[in-house]
């Protein structure tokens, strides 16, 4: 399987927005891969530097506003300094992408640290984004791992995505599909499309399986095919003609319970029960 390298997300607007307690996010660069391809799909990674944040990590200023309006920097500053853990989030992206202030990778980390340090998911996920690329601090993969697995912990979808994707790869950490498979479900039940894919690849090359399962690799895929993504439809497109009809009319019928609100992880544990009788 190929695995390609992951993702660093940034804040692309400057809006909080209070109903979804999400910042708006943009891909920001990609490493080249640096594991040979094994596979024709392709397992896609996404490390959050500040990106939304999950239903259990919550924003302590969840409100709508311009964050960089005015002075940012004076703005910030003085409540991060205090210890106010979202001005400290805020900082930390002002600084890593150059907004309002001198571009500085290294200052960018240490206020990511700050707001990691005290718990903040985001900030934490952050933080485990710049080890990883060696962005303000030397690359290394198992302190990003460390900082994936506290954000995961607290239900933050992305963290746990990008963890399953770490353990699957081997990165930091002795590969463990167990555990991919685990953190992917994690993620995928709360919506998080990227690890649903991911969960989908696999279960159609039977990564941590005792075979592959086209069936349950089609009930993933095929919600995401609807909603137009473009890995989904490139992969569905090579699982459909490998499968019967009584096999696609299965995939459908759990597709169709995988779409309903939190029902992944139930939709899947009653197909497998089935499945292995």
Request: charged fraction near 20%; glycine fraction near 10%.
């Amino acid at each position: 399987m190929q695995w390609t390298k992951l993702v660093t997300w940034c804040v692309a607007s400057s809006l909080l927005m209070a109903s979804s307690l999400a910042l708006a996010a943009e891909p920001a660069k990609k490493l080249k891969p640096k594991h040979p391809a094994k596979s024709t799909h392709s397992v896609k990674k996404a490390v959050v530097g500040a990106a939304a944040v999950g239903a259990a990590a919550t924003l302590p200023e969840a409100k709508t506003e311009d964050l960089y309006a005015g002075d940012g920097l004076g703005r910030w500053l003085p409540k991060a300094e205090k210890g106010d853990v979202f001005a400290q989030y805020v900082l930390g992206h002002m600084y890593c992408v150059g907004q309002s202030v001198p571009k500085d990778a290294a200052k960018g980390l240490g206020w990511y640290q700050r707001a990691a340090d005290q718990g903040f998911a985001p900030g934490q996920l952050a933080l485990g984004t710049m080890y990883y690329n060696g962005e303000g601090v030397k690359q290394d993969y198992a302190v990003a791992a460390k900082w994936f697995t506290l954000a995961a912990e607290k239900g933050y979808d992305r963290a746990q995505s990008n963890l399953a994707t770490m353990y699957a790869a081997g990165d930091g950490m002795p590969k463990d599909y167990g555990q991919a498979i685990k953190w992917y479900r994690a993620a995928a039940v709360q919506g998080y499309a990227p690890a649903q894919y991911n969960l989908g690849v696999m279960y159609l090359e039977g990564n941590g399986l005792p075979k592959p399962d086209l069936v349950a690799a089609y009930g993933l895929l095929r919600p995401l095919v609807e909603q137009g993504n473009a890995s989904a439809i490139t992969t569905m497109k090579d699982l459909s003609p490998k499968m019967s009809e009584a096999q696609i009319q299965q995939g459908q019928n759990l597709a169709a319970k995988i779409r309903e609100k939190n029902r992944l992880n139930a939709a899947l544990d009653e197909y497998e029960k089935v499945a292995s009788r």
